[in-house]
């Protein structure tokens, strides 16, 4: 079985390359990136990937059995063209079988939302492909609470439009742990997986960062539009618009889903117990 991972140069790519490597040999695993170059360190093979270059595509996914596609960067509207580009070129190579990373979060009313709606297009299009199928539908990111730990300690606190909703959080290499099981084993054929941790509310979640820092963060609700307007100042326009929306998915419900990661990775997600206490004995914290 050949088995390629698209944007390999990528952190979560890269967290399934090496979680497949795990399961095959090298000479299995063959990466596809934009630049080839960036993915050199993870000691496969690495063939052009760039979404918008489908002749290019075909030409790298030939000899390839089962596919992960990483859901792309770019605007709504581009990505699920560049979708279709690599699906039409796994197809066209003889490709077998897809495995497509996917998000979770409010289908409609929030500026979030159209990149929600682009990757459920996307999922109707790998289920319509022909080909065999898996979907995972990744919760939020944690890494990004804990990277911003310095500017959590310099607000006193955390602050967004989030209120008592609760998040499905889960981390990088729980999901490159769930997705080579995907990769790897026909069992999962045919099924779409909401993959994330324990849902936390912010509230929970200052505490952990504040077990594992040795800190005293608090947890500041505030609304929508404040929040929107603050992240714009800060990040821009679009990138705030972004964030405002992720977190008024949270607040209405939207990333409070039950977790199929057991049936996707074969075990439980970690706890956030664990995860903490690890940075905290490992001095992350």
Known sequence: MNIAITAASGQLGE???KATLAILPKENVIGLARTPENAAHLGIEVRPGDYNDKGALEQSLQSIDTLLLVSGMDAPDKRIGQHRNV?????????????YTSVQGAEEGTAFSPI???????????RNSGLDWVIGRNGIYIEPDVE????YKKAGGITNCAGDGKCGYTTRP??????????????HNGQTYNLNGEALT?????????????TSLTYTSM?????????Q????????????????????????????????????????QDYFEALRVNGVA
């Open 202 to 214: 912010q509230y929970q979640l200052a505490e952990y960062l504040n077990g594992a820092f040795g």
């Open 233 to 272: 100042a800060e990040l821009g326009d679009f990138m705030g618009e972004v964030i405002a929306g992720i977190y008024e998915g949270i607040r209405n419900g939207k990333s409070n889903n039950p977790s199929d990661f057991l049936a996707a990775a074969g075990r439980a997600h970690q706890s956030w």
């Open 116 to 126: 929600i709606q682009s990757n459920r297009q996307t999922e109707d299009d790998v």
């Open 15 to 17: 967290a399934i390359v």
């Open 87 to 99: 699906i039409e070129a796994a197809r066209n190579s003889g490709v077998k079988k897809i495995v």
């Open 148 to 151: 911003y730990i310095e500017s």
């Open 223 to 231: 609304s929508v539009e404040a929040y929107r307007e603050d992240r």
């Open 174 to 187: 729980e999901l490159a742990y769930a997705y080579a099981r995907m990769l790897t084993e026909a069992k």
